[in-house]
T-cell receptor, first 116, second 114 residues
């Protein structure tokens, strides 16, 4: 069965410093992996997704994530944090093989705080 | 093109009442998914519907919960005889095809049972 573990429930960084949000997954298939962001009282927005193409995936707002099969990781990074990045971030794995209709398995989320 | 619309945004119900949550998918999307987010938890899959069909309801509680996506109109998540443990945020998502295509989420309905 697929699962996803977000290693930190809270991460705090200073504005202008790098962001690293860690995610490990477990999957029997070739997984599809996603990062979603949820701002307070907002819906979820897709940041980026990996679907077995390039292992380094670039998303919106300067975020990127690297799929590392040997480490079963899909960590989210950004070189320089902005105040508007403060939100909750969810790492997500699709629980069915690519191309079939599956549902998304969410991690518990990482709350990112950005200090001025 | 409006996004996924959920209403109401906030819903308060007394124990034993019924809660009806509505979701209008994005235009052209025929796949709808409902997720529940409990405090301090990630989202948990509940049910996946296409028009007039339930495709996967493996995440739905066996009792009191039901969902439909009629030919016309929004998808409805119905919770009968609500209990305090049903208090959560309920999110709806829609996609053009299955979940390996991009799913767009609504802003959620926050249900509070008092």
């Amino acid at each position: 069965a697929q699962s996803v573990t977000q290693l930190d429930s809270h991460v705090s960084v200073s504005e202008g410093t790098p962001v690293l949000l860690r995610c490990n997954y477990s999957s029997s298939y070739s997984p599809s992996l996603f990062w979603y962001v949820q701002h307070p009282n907002k819906g979820l927005q897709l940041l980026l997704k990996y679907t077995s193409a390039a292992t380094l995936v670039k998303g919106i707002n300067g975020f990127e994530a690297e799929f590392k099969k040997s480490e079963t990781s899909f960590h989210l990074t950004k070189p320089s944090a902005h105040m508007s990045d403060a939100a909750e971030y969810f790492c997500v794995v699709s629980d069915k093989d690519g191309g079939s209709q599956g549902n998304l398995i969410f991690g518990k989320g990482t709350k990112l705080s950005v200090k001025p | 093109n409006a996004g996924v619309m959920q209403n109401p945004r906030h819903l308060v119900r007394r124990r034993g009442q019924e809660a009806r949550l509505r979701c209008s998918p994005m235009k052209g999307h025929s796949h709808v998914y409902w997720y529940r987010q409990l405090p301090e938890e990630g989202l948990k899959f509940m049910v996946y519907l296409q028009k007039e069909n339930i495709i996967d309801e493996s995440g739905m509680p066996k009792e009191r919960f039901s969902a439909e996506f009629p030919k016309e109109g929004p998808s409805i998540l119905r919770i009968q005889q609500v209990v305090r443990g049903d208090s959560a945020a309920y999110f709806c998502a829609s996609s053009v095809q299955g979940m390996n295509t991009e799913a767009f989420f609504g802003q959620g309905t926050r249900l509070t049972v008092v």
